[in-house]
């Protein structure tokens, strides 16, 4: 469920924030783990890019997690932005059952 007053952390800042700085590691090594550009690594860490299924899978590996949790919290971040985005429009939108 998406919060109602605030906007969900981007993966970029769970990764630094919960991984990267706890663990002692920078962009440079997990990078190179990862198999990924640093460009790439520091534009999800600013939350200019998003955490595609590839980067997912990657980021998986390397934490022993699952991919479900980084596409979740990117999923998250998505719908919030496009709700912001869009919400009059929905407003305008008639369930099927109120149009008949």
């Known amino acids: 469920m998406l919060p109602r007053n ?14 990267l700085e706890p ?5 440079k090594q997990i990078a190179e783990a990862l198999g990924i550009s640093r ?5 999800i860490l600013r939350g200019k890019r998003a955490i ?6 990657r ?9 479900e949790f980084w596409l979740g919290l990117q999923t998250d971040v998505s ?10 429009e929905y ?3 008639k369930p099927v059952n109120d149009a008949a």
Do not use: C
Not at 6 to 17: C, D, F, K, N, Q
Not at 23 to 27: I, K, S
Not at 79 to 88: M, R
């Open 59 to 67: 980021l998986a590996r390397f934490f022993d997690t699952t991919p």
């Open 79 to 88: 719908l919030w932005d496009t709700l912001q985005a869009h919400s009059s």
């Open 23 to 27: 663990m002692g590691l920078n962009q």
């Open 39 to 43: 460009v790439r690594l520091s534009e």
């Open 52 to 57: 595609t299924p590839d980067t997912a899978f």
């Open 6 to 19: 605030r906007r969900p952390t981007p993966p970029g800042e769970i990764l630094r924030y919960e991984f």
């Open 91 to 93: 407003e305008k939108i």
